[in-house]
């Protein structure tokens, strides 16, 4: 069992960065692969960013790249999310989400455990 903890949320201007993070609990993260995806009010969840147990396997939404950075620090059990040039348009509740596999995984189904999300509001 993983429990996911996101903080790092909140209101930021168009342009603007922010960096969340994703602490897990449990002393096999080290194998885990993780992922970050967002959900708008009245949409679905939608994937954003994953990372491979390992680091070396990333995968970007088209409208993150270039823009959003998905990295961890195994040692600290944490997965951040540097998103930077921010637009209103990604204003969402940030989920982080976890699942045991070498590999970046995209989609939603593809993920066994969730945190509780995290808000992050980017002003026009």
């Known amino acids: 069992q993983v429990q996911l903890v996101e903080s790092g949320g909140g209101l930021v201007q168009t342009g603007g960065s922010l960096r969340l993070s994703c602490a897990a609990s449990?002393?096999?993260?080290?194998?885990?692969?993780m992922g970050w995806f967002r959900q708008a009010p009245g949409s679905e969840r939608v994937f954003v960013a994953a990372?491979?147990?390992?680091?070396?396997?990333?995968a970007y939404a088209d409208s993150v790249k270039g823009r959003f950075t998905i990295s961890r620090d195994n040692a600290k059990n944490t997965v951040y999310l540097q998103m930077n040039s921010l637009k209103p348009e990604d204003t969402a509740v940030y989920y982080c989400?976890?699942?045991?596999?070498?590999?970046?995984?995209?989609?939603?189904?593809?993920?066994?455990?969730w945190g509780q999300g995290t808000q992050v509001t980017v002003s026009s």
């Open positions: 989400a976890a699942r045991g596999g070498l590999f970046a995984y995209t989609g939603p189904g593809q993920y066994d455990y």
């Open positions: 449990g002393r096999t993260f080290s194998s885990y692969a």
């Open positions: 990372i491979g147990w390992s680091g070396a396997t990333t």
